[in-house]
């Protein structure tokens, strides 16, 4: 699909099947999702360039995400994708700039593209130019990047509070409680790592955009694009930050699944140490000798419970007063 915008923001719909004789004279941008081999070839006779395939998207060299060639300079970025969902992703997209134009070969959905979309007309001055445009462009994915970001700090809050947060006395954890949350913060580390993949290839874009003769001569434009550039160094930072304390949680969570592990098995170590005198002394009268001193005695079954009992009461607070148990 190929979707063309005016400076004025508004889009105008081109067929690979029946194409216009050539591009109107306002288009600033050309955004291609999941074109096809004949949309390809549509956009390479307007503009003269070639463009980028998938597989060429998916190159991880700097020398093949970053190039100009005839004229025409060539950005490829990964962005996050499906960051509302549970499996985030990132998606190469190409930036080209030509002949004042901007094009943009996707092959999956990022919202920031939606977003500034809705608010193309709405951009102070407009978009004259394609490298204005990319500029533009580059800052709605950047605060998309951040809102991102402020989602996952507000979940990984909500998930410490689950699992730090104050309960009633008395009230335990339903089970495997901790364990269904440790599927929570690897979902969280997911999305924070994946944006921090994205901005750092939006940092070397945006590197690469500042050397460009076009944004070098529009003092404007340069001016916004050393902004982004520090706006994503500082998203990066506390991306990191956001990484740290999702790397707490996580060693937080495993060492309070430990803790009811041991409490569990302090409880057998208890029911050991009730049960095991008792037992030692019911194994002796239960010897099948034919003398044996209590086996004719009246009170010789009274006791023997009796110190069944004593021997284990006796051995329990002994050790609650050693602290023990």
């Not at 004789?21 to 004949?38: E, G, T």
């Not at 990022?110 to 709405?122: C, I, V």
């Not at 004259?128 to 970001?149: H, K, P, Q, S």
């Amino acid at each position: 699909m190929i979707t063309a915008y005016r400076d004025n923001g508004e889009a105008v719909v081109i067929s690979a099947v029946k194409p216009p004789a050539s591009l109107p004279s306002d288009i600033v941008w050309i955004d291609m999702l999941r074109p096809d081999k004949a949309e390809d070839f549509l956009v390479e006779s307007f503009l003269g360039i070639e463009v980028p395939t998938r597989e060429d998207m998916k190159d991880i060299e700097p020398s093949s995400r970053l190039y100009t060639a005839k004229d025409a300079v060539f950005m490829t970025a990964s962005l996050v994708c499906k960051a509302d969902t549970g499996r985030p992703e990132l998606t190469d997209v190409a930036f080209v700039l030509t002949r004042g134009i901007l094009v943009t070969v996707r092959y999956e959905e990022p919202k920031a593209f939606g977003l500034f979309t809705a608010a193309m007309h709405r951009i102070p001055g407009g978009c004259a130019t394609g490298t204005v445009l990319a500029t533009r462009l580059f800052e709605t994915i950047t605060d998309r990047t951040a809102e991102i970001l402020e989602t996952a700090v507000a979940k990984v809050d909500a998930l410490s509070l689950q699992v730090f947060g104050d309960r009633p006395a008395g009230q335990r954890r339903p089970p495997h409680y901790l364990e269904a949350k440790l599927m929570d913060v690897a979902s969280h580390h997911r999305l924070v790592a994946k944006t921090r993949d994205s901005l750092a290839s939006l940092s070397r874009v945006l590197t690469f955009l500042y050397t460009v003769p076009s944004v070098q001569e529009d003092r404007e434009v340069k001016e916004l694009c050393r902004t982004i550039s520090r706006d994503i160094q500082s998203l990066s930072e506390h991306a990191s930050f956001i990484s740290g304390n999702i790397t707490f949680l996580l060693d937080a969570s495993l060492g309070l699944i430990n803790v009811e592990q041991n409490a569990i098995i302090k409880i057998f170590s208890i029911a050991a140490v009730v049960f095991l005198p008792p037992t030692l002394v019911a194994s002796l009268y239960g010897m099948n000798f034919d003398v044996m001193p209590e086996l004719k005695w009246t009170f010789g079954y009274p006791m023997a419970v009796v110190a069944m009992v004593i021997s284990a009461i006796v051995p329990y607070y002994f050790f609650r007063w050693k602290g023990w148990l």
